[in-house]
């Protein structure tokens, strides 16, 4: 019989009875870059977080299939940031077979009752959450924690989550205690910022393609 890959073991796909803080960052990795290992670094020490998943996705339905790279090469670009102990690359939604964030997160809870998450998502997506299925579902049942992302800062949190949320979020001098508040809490992070995203990095690697042939 053939091996699971060892990136895949550490987040069993029917779950364990950990007790610890983990931060959620989804994406489709695509590819991984050093803005991802910029925020987790980030959440890491300001969440005070034991681990931080790095939750591949199979497909996203913003994003056209087309421009997606196969998963399993998204996988390997996401294992070049984490170290297999307290950054870890997973392919859980796709063995659980959700699409959309708010039932991977209701499978997760359902799965590790003892774990407390924590959805870790940049500026950017904070903006467009609303276009999310069930987006209000996510702030209701599990803390978020916002990264700041160049040029989308402003507009974010002054846009329709931000408002919408606005009852529910704390301030940053909270960070460590967040993870272990009952969710609805949120907050943003303000801090350095890296402008790296992998729109910008498909491009240069386009632009390179095209000058070489």
């Known amino acids: 019989m053939e091996r699971e890959p060892l990136l895949k073991r550490p987040v069993p796909k029917w779950g364990d009875r950990r007790a610890m803080r983990i931060g959620l960052l989804g994406g489709s990795f695509n590819p991984a870059h050093a803005g991802h290992a910029h925020i987790v670094r980030i959440a890491m020490r300001r969440l005070r977080l034991a681990q931080v998943w790095l939750l591949v996705s199979p497909g996203n339905p913003l994003k056209r299939d087309a421009d997606m790279a196969p998963l399993a090469q998204r ?15 997973t392919d859980i939604e796709h063995q659980l077979g959700t699409r959309f964030t708010r039932d991977t997160l ?9 774990a407390k998450f924590v959805w870790l998502m940049g500026a950017d997506n ?23 992302r160049p040029a989308y800062n402003h507009r974010a949190l002054s846009g329709q989550a931000a408002q919408r949320w606005h009852r529910w979020r704390i301030q940053p001098r909270a960070a460590a205690s967040l993870a272990a508040q009952p969710a609805p809490r949120w907050l943003f992070l303000a801090g350095r910022e890296n402008a790296l995203s992998a729109t910008k990095l498909r491009e240069r690697q386009a632009t390179v393609l095209g000058d070489a042939t």
């Open 106 to 114: 209701r499978a997760l809870h359902t799965r590790f009752p003892r």
């Open 75 to 89: 996988m390997a670009e996401a294992a070049t940031i984490a170290d297999g102990r307290r950054i870890i690359a």
């Open 126 to 148: 904070l903006e467009q959450i609303p276009r999310w299925r069930g987006w209000m579902d996510i702030a209701r049942e599990t803390q978020i924690a916002v990264l700041p």
